[in-house]
């Protein structure tokens, strides 16, 4: 059981790392509509050079009633499905900004329309390979937080170099981490979590922050109070599956 299919997994081509493979999927009138309508505003265009992060959330502040513009704690999230958990996060904590990166037409036009729908100011959208955006958007230490939720587990053992969460990808990843920012990671398939665990532990910048807090846990963190439990996540509770997450912070 996978929630929240997404295509935003890794594929390996020619010794390039890619956080995605891109899959059709039918686009609804209602998506197409919010793409038209919200997407010159909240979608970013990719550049190959350090995002304006001031410019780009320039009017992020109207949801709290912000007089001026001043820097706000930014997450990045990679590949946001249907974006139903990222809506309900950016409503949460509307103070902070999210870049979220996805490739899926239908997710993007899905998670706009419930921008839309929930008048939401603090989410951008960057309709790229989250890769391109890390290594030329992003500066080092500019980010309070990643989020990782549900990437492809690619079941099958010839297809496990596909995965997302490798550590090339953590590599580039955590030198944009801001020190004390974290990087928060949710998986239903225990091998897969088994291997993000190993990938993370194996990274010096990062440091589990379970361990000393959590230790039955075993290295895994409870789940933190902002990640909702999706639809397909219950189900999979209801059934006995379980459900992994990893938090780790940088030093």
């Not at 997994?9 to 793409?35: C, D, E, P």
């Not at 780009?56 to 007089?67: E, V």
């Not at 895994?220 to 059934?239: D, H, I, V």
């Amino acid at each position: 059981m996978t929630p929240d299919p997404t295509p935003e997994t890794t594929a390996l081509q020619h010794r390039v790392i890619r956080s995605f493979v891109k899959r059709t999927g039918r686009t609804t009138s209602g998506q197409h509509k919010a793409l038209t309508e919200l997407g010159p505003r909240f979608l970013l265009p990719y550049q190959e050079s350090t995002l304006d992060f001031v410019a780009a959330y320039a009017d992020s502040t109207r949801a709290t009633g912000q007089n001026s513009i001043k820097p706000q704690p930014l997450i990045l999230e990679i590949g946001f499905g249907m974006g139903e958990a990222t809506a309900h996060i950016a409503a949460l904590l509307p103070e902070t900004n999210f870049l979220c990166c996805e490739v899926h037409d239908p997710g993007v036009g899905a998670l706009l329309k419930r921008i839309g729908e929930q008048d939401l100011h603090n989410i951008r959208i960057c309709a790229h390979d989250a890769v391109e955006v890390i290594d030329h958007m992003l500066p080092e230490q500019c980010l309070d937080g990643i989020h990782i939720f549900f990437p492809d587990p690619w079941h099958k053992a010839r297809h496990n170099k596909r995965r997302l969460i490798q550590s090339p990808l953590i590599a580039k990843l955590a030198p944009r981490l801001k020190v004390g920012g974290y990087i928060h990671c949710a998986t239903d398939w225990q091998e897969y979590a088994e291997q993000i665990l190993q990938v993370l532990t194996e990274e010096p910048l990062l440091k589990n922050t379970a361990l000393a807090a959590h230790p039955e846990l075993q290295g895994y963190a409870p789940k933190p109070y902002y990640r909702p439990l999706t639809k397909f996540e219950n189900r999979g509770l209801k059934l006995g599956h379980g459900v992994w997450d990893l938090v780790f912070e940088r030093v």
